[in-house]
């Protein structure tokens, strides 16, 4: 089969990912609940794959690797985690649902809402960030390459624009993680939002966040961790 649909979900994974997704069915057991070796056989390996993603995207700590079901969800929780009534945040006409409806819901809740718009080549209008930013801005929430067009954004500038602002920036690397380089600490990135799906070639139902040290996100969802649920 020719697939051209990689875009939306990778097909043909590697032979090297079944086998890993096999194995730990086979022999790997509840990381982080037991002492047990099936159970700290399955914490090192996704201790490892924190360490991994940790390098790829350039942030030097893998215990703000955080996993997730996927894009759509990481985005969910960061948008509406960090921002709320009162705030002001800033996004672009290039952004896919899973950024705007949660931005739209907040907007909903009493949060304002900036949209830039991108010029007749799908190129965001850069010159018009300064001025959007108000008193009250808390945060750039940006995509790194559109679903739709397959234009890149250029990350590094935002990223240096909001750290000079002192605005949070958050990162939609759906379309452009495994396949772009991205480097959170020289791209001034916050909170980057990837997905396991598609580029990065792992299965259907994997994703996950990368935090800059310091930025804690309240958690969503309690329970399921033993003692405490942080
Ligand atoms: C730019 C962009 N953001 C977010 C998503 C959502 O990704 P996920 O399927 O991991 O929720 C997609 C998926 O197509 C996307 O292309």
Redesign the pocket.
């Known amino acids: 089969m020719i697939y051209l649909d990689s875009?939306?979900?990778s097909f043909h994974k590697p032979q090297e990912v079944a086998e890993a997704v096999y194995d730990a069915i086979l022999h790997m057991g509840n990381s982080g609940r037991s002492g047990h070796e099936i159970s700290l056989t399955s914490s090192r390996v996704i201790f490892g794959t924190r360490k991994k993603l940790a390098v790829l995207f350039g942030m030097d700590d893998p215990a703000r690797v955080v996993f997730t079901a996927?894009?759509?969800?990481s985005?969910n929780i960061a948008i509406s985690g960090l921002f709320g009534k009162g705030d002001h945040v800033i996004t672009t006409a290039m952004?896919?649902n899973?950024?705007l409806r949660p931005l739209y819901r907040k907007e909903a809740e009493g949060m304002e809402l900036t949209i830039i718009p991108c010029d007749e080549k799908g190129t965001v209008r850069y010159d018009l960030l300064e001025q959007a930013v108000k008193p009250n801005t808390k945060g750039i929430v940006c995509?790194h390459?559109?679903?739709l067009t397959g234009n890149l954004v250029d990350i590094k500038r935002i990223g240096t624009f909001s750290r000079e602002k002192g605005i949070l920036f958050v990162v939609?690397a759906?379309?452009t993680a495994g396949v772009f380089p991205i480097h959170m600490e020289e791209m001034g990135i916050d909170v980057l939002c990837f997905?396991?799906?598609?580029s990065l070639l792992g299965p259907q139902g994997t994703?996950g966040m990368c935090l800059r040290k310091g930025l804690e996100i309240p958690s969503f969802c309690v329970g399921g961790s033993g003692v405490q649920s942080y």
Do not use: W
């Open positions: 875009a939306a979900t996927n894009s759509t969800q985005l952004e896919h899973s950024v995509t390459g559109s679903n939609d759906s379309q997905t396991g799906h598609k994703g």
